[in-house]
């Protein structure tokens, strides 16, 4: 034990030197634009510089949420003059309404902007009555 | 109708526009001044802003510039006498503008963004590429831009 100690001790300054300066990361908000059609809610999130492998899109009881990770801006031999991207992550959670159908979601990312597709149950759909 | 951001300092109609005008120069010119001569020369012709980073290598710089939804051919970049400019539009789908909104908060229309860069570059060498939503700009500096290591000889 008394060893063990003493190794980490004496590790410690090594450590230091070792660590390289982070970024902080950002927790960001996508902004949203959300109408609505006769069959469907469609929703459009900016999100540039993700990828579709980066985005997760989960639905937990009535919440949807939208996670993404975004590469590091820059290489690390780079010197950043001026920053306002920076290195950031997004989040962004929607409560959904009953009436959405849950299993017919769809999205798609193209040119850093994430749409869903969030389809109306039967029961929200527009419909005529025919009379009698 | 167009949708503008809003800026604190210039969107208050109610305060005299040579105040914030004022105010906007003094912010500027401490903002040069910690940039260390790489300036932001205008935004003030755009509908939106566009977020830009900026990072000095070796032998370029290299700019990023945030353009989700926007069309690369609806996107101009000119070098003129070592300023930068990036300009364009964002436009609103066609099939969706006339939709039933619920909320709007997505920025449409023109953007122009121009920067003094502070060494000259190769402005033929200058390379875009636009991917999910970055424009990811790549200009090479001009030979005598880039550090020179010189040997100095002791006698």
Known sequence: MEDGKQDALMRRPEDALQRVPVPPERIVTPVADLFETGDAFIMKLDMPGT????????????????????????????????????????????????GIDRDKIDALYEDGVLTILLPKTEALRPRTIPIR | MALIRWNHTRDLPSWPSEVFGLQRDVNRMFDNFFRGGLQDDSTELSA?????????????????????????????????????????????????????????????GSFQRSFTLPTT???????????????????????????????????
């Open chain 1, 51 to 98: 990828a579709k492998e980066c985005i997760h899109l989960s639905i937990e009881s009535d919440r949807l949420a939208i996670r993404a990770s975004v590469a590091v801006p820059h290489p690390a031999s780079a010197h950043v003059l001026f920053s306002e991207i920076g290195h950031k992550k997004y989040l962004r959670e929607f409560n959904l309404g009953d």
């Open chain 2, 48 to 108: 939106w802003t566009p977020a830009v980073d900026i990072a000095e290598q070796k032998d370029a710089y290299l700019v990023k510039v945030e353009l989700p939804g926007v069309r690369k051919e609806d996107v101009k970049i000119t070098l003129e006498s070592s300023i930068l400019t990036i300009r364009g539009e964002k436009k609103q789908d066609t099939e969706t503008a006339t939709e039933n909104y619920h909320r709007v908060e997505r920025c449409y």
């Open chain 2, 121 to 155: 570059v190769k402005a033929d060498r200058i390379e875009a590429v636009y991917k999910d939503g970055i424009l990811n700009i790549t200009l090479p500096k001009a030979e005598e831009a880039k550090p020179k290591q010189i040997e100095v000889k002791v006698k």
